[in-house]
């Protein structure tokens, strides 16, 4: 496709005998939001390593803006914005000292080029506050500051928002929209569930293999089997064992003070309560529930 | 050894300030045997203050702590005898195996080692590690170095438990498992508090305190903390972009919208979904914006919490370092 702005073909890295990215392809188009779903470990990071050249793959294909990842590292990192995991600020510099080593490192020289980009993620003011002081919210917003110092096209975040509440996290996100609507392309690694509701699509890895990829309302239509509900019953633990074995009932797993289940659609509450019943259990509620990421997750990587 | 019908956990009106400044203002809360309390608040809230002031990490400039019944303040040893701690990192010797960690663990508590040694095997039966008694700690996933920290915390049978973030980063198939882990403990008496910035994990708590600024603003089960909200919350599918949101925000009956995708969640007053819908849905055919859906959702406790705060005033914009405490 004519405007992929990062594809992959069977892309495959392996540590020794450990497969961390196991022949993965898609497609990331302009001006989308994509998320890239997974637990730790899901190969998530190495995938966007090699996509920045940093890692070489052990086969399949990768490019980036058109640029070979193996071939043309250097093009595709002088034109992408990346914000790593750990994201790399220098607490004892300032917000304006951390900004100016990135921007010299992409040969923005423009003092008004780095008040704007402060401006932007909301740090104008605090130029001279020790990065190590801020808050971590807005630590991550200096991160982005340094990613897009250069206005890249395409960025590649990891991980952008762990560690932060949910008040700074719409912050960030608000942000990326923005940046979303001025045709920037994002790339976001999480392991939140909830947090890739945030993008356009998703791509959903478990152990180095991509699952699938689709508009999370879309994925919540086509990957669950059947219809989520939310139960309680007492005690919590044996209706657990209860709900496993009744029949039509696909998966259930616990979620804090409930049970959540994926039933067929045949399955009626009234036959959630009589199974209760006949295992000693008293059903408190039987609804059903918005499906979520996580059941997706769950119903792709199995059990 | 304490009255039964007490909390295990009982913090009233515990303050603690930093330069001035308090971090934790008047907190009290208590948690039951068998009951599991999240404590969930923005950055700066005071959460992980609060969690140091009751593990007696940090004193208190007011207020008391009672654990298991006992008074921190007064008898240190004794109270803290009672909890089992799990920090968001812990520390695990990489270069030993997961029996000589526990085993360090537990000597480091004071433990002797004909009282430990049988409860080790059972503890890493618990929670699912017997079979990886002698593998280096380094060569865990991140899930069994998680249950080898929870093993560490319950190496003293504590009757409280204080976890900070416990399962952020792990699988969901992995944190199915600890949470069954969680749940027989429960159901034992053990007291549990939670400290965590996601909304995902408070929801599974018995119990929710909303904190921010160094108090507790709301507290009640899930549901009740989310009632006010039910019957509020609108999503619309739709090619949502930064237009369509300011459109929405001007409704006068319409509180707030959040993107999400290809999703907008809008949150109205109370009882004003039906009449909201009607209007967003002309509105936007107008402007010729395509609404494939428009219905009422659940509401989650972002939802709850995201409305609280704007109700408290609370804002992202605030000065970063007017919230900025130890917490």
Known sequence: MQDAVVQTEELTKRFGDFTAVDHVSFEVRAGEVVGYLGPNGSGKT??????????????????????????????????????????????????????????????????????????????????????????????????????????????????????????????FWDLIYELADEGVTAFVTTHYMDEAEYCTRVAIMHHGRLLAMDRPSQLKRSALPGIAWDVSAE?????????????????????????????????????LASEMARRGCNLLSAAPAEPTLEDVFLALAGE | MSDVSHPLIEAIALRRSFAGKAAVDGLTLSVAAGEIYALVGPDGAGKTTTMRLLTGVLRCDAGQVRLAGIELARQPDEARAHIGYLPQRFGLYGDLTVDENLRFLAEVRGLRPRDWAPRSKEILDFVGLAPFRERR???????????????????????????????????????????????????????????????DEAARCTRVGFMSQGRILVEGSPSQVTQDLQGRVIELLTQADRRVIHWVRRDPQVRDARLFGDRLHVTVERGAAEAVIVRLGDMLAMEGVHVASARVIPAGMEDAFMELLRAEGARAEQSPLAGKGEG
């Open chain 1, 46 to 171: 190495t995938t966007i390593r090699m996509l920045l050249g940093l890692l070489r793959p052990s086969g399949g294909t990768g490019h980036v803006l058109g640029f070979d990842v193996v071939d043309q590292a250097e093009s595709i990192r002088q034109r992408v914005g990346y914000m790593s995991q750990k994201f790399s600020l220098y607490d004892e510099l300032t917000a304006w000292e951390n900004l100016g080593f990135y921007a010299g490192v992409y040969g923005v020289t423009r003092h008004d080029r780095w008040r704007e980009t402060l401006g932007r993620v909301g740090l104008a003011g605090l130029e001279n506050t020790l990065a190590g002081v801020l808050p971590i919210g807005w630590r991550q917003r200096l991160a982005l500051a340094t990613a897009i110092i250069h206005r890249p096209t395409l960025l590649f975040l990891d991980e952008p928002t762990s560690g932060v509440d949910p008040l700074a996290r719409r912050a």
């Open chain 1, 235 to 271: 005690p919590l633990l044996e209706a657990l064992e209860a709900l496993q074995s009744t029949p039509g009932i696909l998966r259930v797993g616990l979620a804090g003070d409930h049970l959540r289940a994926i039933a067929q659609p045949s399955v009626l509450a009234q036959d």
């Open chain 2, 137 to 199: 700690a380094d060569a865990l996933s991140g899930g069994m170095k998680q249950k080898l920290g929870l093993a560490a915390a319950l190496v003293h049978q504590p009757r409280i438990l204080l976890l900070d973030e416990p399962t952020s980063g792990v699988d969901p198939l992995t944190r199915q498992s600890f949470w069954q882990l969680l749940i027989r403990l429960l159901r034992q008496g053990v007291a549990v508090l939670i400290s965590t910035p996601y909304m």
